[in-house]
């Protein structure tokens, strides 16, 4: 029996259905190594690592790897977009409302979707979206000094 080994970054692309180009790469790695980024970060970093690349191309990339499902787009409200590499858990976040960093907490119970909704109107409910607003322990410290 012979081990799978892991997948490039390019096999991965090109399994998603999407052409192989240094941007797309970097795009995916950077999002993957990153956290939860916003797109001047990302294309900060892309331009660091393949050189020029406009923001237009980036926001594209982005949309593209979010679509084909390889990275999330969350949207804090009243925050810009951000990208994280974690997908296909169905994990929420806690976000603070001093100085908006953002953390990955797992389902609060259960298997996905991880909440029932009161009345599903006949859907068929796949995935949940819980975002936990308050303030990080950074923060919560400083206000109470």
């Known amino acids: 029996m012979t081990a799978s080994r892991p997948s490039t970054t390019a096999e991965e692309l090109r399994g998603a259905g999407l052409r192989v180009t240094a941007a797309r790469v970097a795009l995916l790695d950077t999002v993957r190594q990153g956290g939860h980024l916003d797109v001047e970060t990302v294309a900060a970093e892309v331009r660091r690592r393949i050189g020029h690349v406009s923001l237009q191309a980036v926001y594209e990339g982005l949309n593209a790897l979010s679509a084909a499902g390889l990275v999330r787009r969350i949207a804090p409200a009243g925050g810009a977009a951000l990208y994280e590499g974690r997908v296909g858990d169905n994990h929420h ?10 953390a990955d907490v797992d389902c609060a119970v259960g298997e996905a979707p991880c909440l029932t909704a009161s009345d599903g109107h006949g859907f068929e409910v796949d995935e949940a979206e819980v975002v936990y607003w308050g303030r990080c322990p950074g923060c919560s410290t400083s206000r109470s000094t």
């Not at 976040?93 to 953002?102: E, F």
Request: proline share 0%.
């Open 93 to 102: 976040h806690l976000v603070c409302r001093s100085c908006g960093v953002v």
